[in-house]
């Protein structure tokens, strides 16, 4: 039986490896894998008779797919929490997350890794998109999030409980969580997610807590990751043998050597923040939200420049999914934060979005590089990624998407169209008071908002006064009827 061939020729070719970018080169795909690469690489290599596909690339540059090591594929694009866990049945649910895998690998972004959901969507997503019944990246996802009361995912009062839809579970006592994972791993997951505290001011399970469920996560044969935010929890969560770990935001000099020595990867995770404080105002986020990912997003890049400087890898992940960080959009962007934020030259940044991610994906070392032997999933670029970041943030420079050695023809009609959830039911975005009827003051002044309640900011000033979630949601639910 004859191969298919595809042969990409006058390259530049940048290998995701952290490598110099090779000039004038040609890159031969047999099938799905990558048969050669380099100047000396022609289409006399081809047997005669085999059918090929020819992309002149002169001009160009081939690099590998772009790896997201962090988006949610059943958030749909929410304007709330309420969005994500409430509304949408999860019929409904699936089909979006459908659609939108299109939008994802439309963008270059040809592998992702769910780190948690709503029910089994990710399992049933990744397996269409396996079998070709569905268009998107090559996937790996997690179940529910496993969460305690005082961690990311306990979203409402007690009075309410977590909703079946929620993307979080939560259990208190080791012996739930000990349940949890194996019926996630009965159900197909790839990998466990934890969730600890929401902004890294506390550690919210234990130290006994994370390592037991490590250990049987890798006793079970798959991967386990934590949302770590401070310093305390991202230091226990390398000590328990955590596979990678998401956001690092506040680390001590203790906790990044400990980082550094395990050769624990860290997805920092820094478009949702930049996008919520740099453009936030653009789409009505709140002011204090906005401030507060600010003082985060800073307190990031120091962390972050010590985790470099110590040889810490870094990884590409974006938290896609939210209304400020939508699907197929934004994944490139995380590449200049990392720069930014990390001090990683283009060709580290480049590397922390290819070869780097290939762990969580479950394929490290046939995908995210372009060398012979590696699965064919490539990018043609009508531009220099590695003296501009920023071109692959461009939709119309990401020319060709090819995964598994075949070019991807996508409905581009289709691609322009948005599927938001359900929205939650609003009367109002301000409350109809005596003084807004009257003329007596605008009640959605910053100003005013800060001097009723100085302590009403999501995020604190200093990770030590970081509230928890439910009370930032009280206080500024409290500081809104107060007006």
Avoid at 20 to 31: E, G, I, Q, R, T
Avoid at 396 to 413: H, L, M, N, P, R
Avoid at 448 to 458: F, I, K, L, Q, Y
């Amino acid at each position: 039986m004859s191969s298919t061939w595809l042969l990409l020729t006058n390259a530049t070719v940048v290998d995701g490896a952290g490598n110099a970018p090779v000039l004038n080169a040609s890159l031969l795909v047999k099938d799905s894998r990558i048969a050669d690469v380099g100047t000396h690489v022609s289409r006399d290599m081809i047997p005669t008779g085999d059918p090929f596909e020819e992309i002149d690339a002169t001009g160009k540059t081939v690099m590998p797919g772009l790896i997201d090591a962090h988006c949610h594929m059943t958030y749909g694009e929410s304007r709330s929490e309420e969005e994500i866990d409430l509304y949408t049945s999860p019929e409904l649910r699936t089909l979006k997350a459908a659609f939108n895998a299109q939008k994802v690998l439309r963008s270059g972004v040809t592998s992702i890794s769910q780190p948690g959901g709503s029910y089994y969507i990710g399992v049933g997503l990744r397996e269409a998109i396996k079998d070709r019944m569905v268009q998107g990246p090559r996937m790996t996802s997690a179940g529910r999030y496993i969460s305690t009361s005082n961690g990311l995912t306990d979203w409402y009062p007690d009075s309410v409980g977590v909703p079946e839809g929620s993307i979080g579970i939560v259990h208190n006592t080791l012996d739930p969580m000990i349940d949890e994972i194996r019926h996630q791993v009965k159900n197909g997951v790839d990998l466990i997610k934890l969730a600890d505290s929401p902004f890294g001011d506390f550690q919210s399970f234990t130290d006994d807590e994370m390592k037991a469920m490590a250990d049987l996560t890798h006793q079970l044969g798959k991967k386990i990751t934590i949302h770590a935010r401070g310093s305390s929890e991202v230091r226990a969560a390398v000590n328990a043998g955590m596979d990678w770990i998401m956001h690092g935001n506040i680390m001590d000099d203790e906790t990044v050597s400990a980082l550094a020595d395990s050769g624990t990867p860290l997805v920092p995770t820094l478009l949702l923040l930049a996008n919520e404080a740099e453009w936030g105002e653009l789409v009505g986020a709140p002011v204090d939200l906005r401030d507060g990912m600010k003082r985060l997003l800073d307190r990031t890049g120091d962390a972050l420049h010590r985790a470099r400087a110590a040889g810490v890898k870094l990884v590409l992940g974006t938290d896609s999914g939210f209304s400020v960080t939508p699907y197929g959009v934004w994944h490139a962007r995380e590449l200049e934060l990392l720069m930014t934020y990390a001090g990683l030259t283009s060709l580290e940044a480049i590397q922390a979005g290819t070869s780097n991610a290939a762990l969580m994906v479950g394929l490290e070392g046939e995908v995210g590089e372009v060398r012979p032997g590696c699965i064919a999933d490539l990018l043609v670029v009508d531009g220099d990624p590695v003296a501009d970041i920023t071109v692959l943030q461009r939709r119309e420079a990401i020319e060709t998407v090819i995964q598994s050695g075949k070019v991807v023809v996508f409905d581009e009609e289709m691609l322009a169209r948005s599927w938001p959830h359900e929205r939650g039911l609003g009367y109002s975005t301000i409350d109809l008071t005596y003084e807004v009827v009257h003329g007596l003051g605008d009640p959605t002044d910053p100003q005013r908002v800060a001097d009723a309640d100085e302590s009403a900011h999501d995020l604190p000033d200093h990770p030590d006064e970081a509230p928890d979630l439910v009370s930032a949601i009280t206080r500024r639910e409290r500081s809104a009827r107060e007006f």
